[in-house]
């Protein structure tokens, strides 16, 4: 595994700010429990799908593949 970089941490920052951002309207739509269960489970999500791609990655893990 490679050393973790500031573009690394900027690249797992885009999403955790996302869900931050929508886990108060969410509250608001759905209530306590139904606005906490997405962070709840997205956010360990994040973390599988950046550690799996700097895995399998190891060279120009954020670039692009269509």
């Known amino acids: 595994m490679r050393k973790i970089t500031k573009r690394d941490v900027a690249g797992l920052a885009i999403p955790a700010v996302l869900l931050i951002a929508m886990t108060p309207i ?31 990655y190891p060279e120009d893990t954020w670039r692009p593949r269509f």
């Open 26 to 56: 969410l509250i608001h739509e759905y209530g306590w429990l139904g606005g906490l269960i997405f962070p709840v489970t997205a956010i360990p999500f994040v973390l599988w799908q950046w550690i799996s791609r700097i895995r399998k």
